[in-house]
């Protein structure tokens, strides 16, 4: 079974509005940590956020915010005021249970902004 | 501060033939993974080292990969010898402990022909 869906292979967006991608997970573990990455054409995976499955608050960082919902094991990362800049492919991965740092990565979607 | 650097950024051989690709992590940082990622596909993490000493390899195909951090620092990946599936980019990654966010190289993309 996918630990790590996500069902948007392609998005568009227009320069400085909002998108949501969406990712949705699978685990029996109440200890789990999900991320996001974003990876540009030049390869690298670059960290964007983090949320811990005890997490109180969803997480933010700067434009980025992952809407958390864990009844629905849901974890979409929201990026606010596109730029041209953000086109790239976007993982979300998750580390599950307390004792390991393996990461496992959905299967991605690509992001491409248009002015 | 430097980032986690990795060579060669291209390959290209035959099967049968064997790679090699060089990892060094980010100063100080005492974990550090091999991924593999096959077109289209998120990364699979393939070995995970916790400063020399493997932490978990159960994804990794024994029979023709191997892969060393000698000293806990530079880290080698080795395909040997090489199938057509075996074509991806190979990213390393290292983190300053175990539970925090990886930090990833520029990846090795290797095409098998």
């Known amino acids: 079974a996918q630990k790590i869906t996500q069902t948007q292979p392609g998005m568009f967006v227009q320069e400085k509005e909002a998108v949501t991608l969406d990712c949705t997970y699978d685990?029996?573990?109440?200890?789990?940590?999900l991320f996001w990455y974003k990876q540009p054409s030049s390869g690298e995976m670059i960290f964007l956020i983090y949320?811990?499955?005890?997490?109180?608050q969803n997480a933010t960082e700067g434009r980025y915010s992952l809407n958390f919902q864990k009844a629905r094991k849901s974890a979409n990362l929201v990026i606010s005021a596109s730029q041209l800049g953000d086109s790239a492919m976007y993982f979300c991965?998750?580390?599950?249970?307390?004792?390991?740092?393996?990461?496992?990565f959905g299967t991605g979607t690509r992001l491409q902004v248009f002015p | 501060e430097a980032g986690v650097a990795q060579s060669p950024r291209y390959k290209i051989i035959e099967k049968r033939q064997s790679v090699a690709f060089w990892c060094n992590p980010i100063?100080?940082?005492?974990?550090l993974y091999w991924y593999q990622q096959i077109l289209g596909q998120g990364p699979k993490l393939l070995i995970q080292?916790?400063?020399?000493?493997?932490?978990?390899d159960s994804q990794l195909p024994k029979d023709r990969f191997s892969a060393e951090r000698l000293k806990g620092v530079d880290s080698t990946l080795k395909i040997q010898p090489a199938k057509l599936e075996d074509s991806a980019v190979y990213l390393c990654?290292?983190?300053?402990?175990?539970?925090?966010?990886?930090?990833f190289g520029e990846g090795s993309r290797l095409t098998v022909l």
């Open positions: 990654a290292s983190s300053l402990a175990t539970k925090r966010e990886l930090f």
């Open positions: 685990t029996s573990d109440p200890s789990y940590g």
């Open positions: 949320q811990g499955s005890y997490d109180q």
């Open positions: 991965a998750m580390r599950e249970g307390p004792n390991t740092d393996k990461l496992i």
């Open positions: 100063s100080g940082h005492a974990t």
């Open positions: 080292f916790q400063n020399n000493g493997v932490v978990d």
